[in-house]
């Protein structure tokens, strides 16, 4: 079992805001771990840091064993994210969707079809994989967004994402792996 991710010490100042006071937490390979917490809690400062859009003022954290800091690169082919607004192209397919997806992260053809198909099975949406996703109902999109940042990851990846659209006073971010 491997951790997917280590949060060691993480912290991040704003100027003279500390957003993040030195975070630790892992998620084993496997997990499905809900980070939470009041508004302004630091949740979206550490998910930042996590996927490379932020740097942290201390610390440190491990993707797949992959230093954020060291190794930012292999730390970033491990991680997917999927924010709480879709990114999806409503006027493009859900199969184009994820031949894009795949494509923007280097995923080689055959490969980024295999894994789309496997993947739409699993979820269910592979009927509809032709439909543009501009008609999906909300779940349905989610669902394909998340089915995009999986085949844009590596084959043992961790994916970041929202499982259901929750607007509510907490965020709920699930990181969820491949062993699903
Ligand atoms: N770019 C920024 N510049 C300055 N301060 C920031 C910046 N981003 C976040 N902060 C501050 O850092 C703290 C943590 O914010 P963050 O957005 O990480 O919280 P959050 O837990 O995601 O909150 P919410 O539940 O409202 O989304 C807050 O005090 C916020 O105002
Ligand atoms: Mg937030």
Do not use: C
Not at 16 to 29: C, K, R, T
Not at 85 to 101: G, K, R
Not at 141 to 149: A, D, N, W
């Amino acid at each position: 079992m491997y951790k997917a991710v280590e949060v060691l010490g993480l912290t991040k100042w704003y100027g003279s805001i500390l957003a993040v006071d030195h975070l630790n937490f892992e998620i084993q390979e496997g997990e499905i771990f809900g980070f939470l917490g009041p508004n302004g809690a630091g949740k979206t400062t550490t998910i930042k840091m996590l996927i490379g859009l932020v740097k942290p003022s201390e610390g440190t954290a491990k993707i797949f064993g992959f230093d954020i800091m060291k190794e930012a690169r292999d730390a970033k082919k491990n991680i997917g994210i999927v924010w709480e607004e879709s990114n999806i192209y409503p006027e493009l397919s859900a199969w184009e969707n994820l031949m894009f997806s795949g494509e923007i992260y280097h995923v080689g053809k055959k490969e980024r079809q295999a894994r789309a198909t496997e993947l739409l099975e699993k979820f269910g949406l592979y009927d509809r994989r032709n439909d543009k996703v501009g008609g999906f109902s909300k779940g349905v999109t989610y669902s394909t967004t998340e089915v995009g940042s999986f085949v844009g990851s590596s084959p043992s990846p961790l994916q970041a994402g929202l499982l259901s659209p929750a607007r509510r006073d907490v965020a709920l971010l699930a990181i969820f792996t491949e062993a699903l």
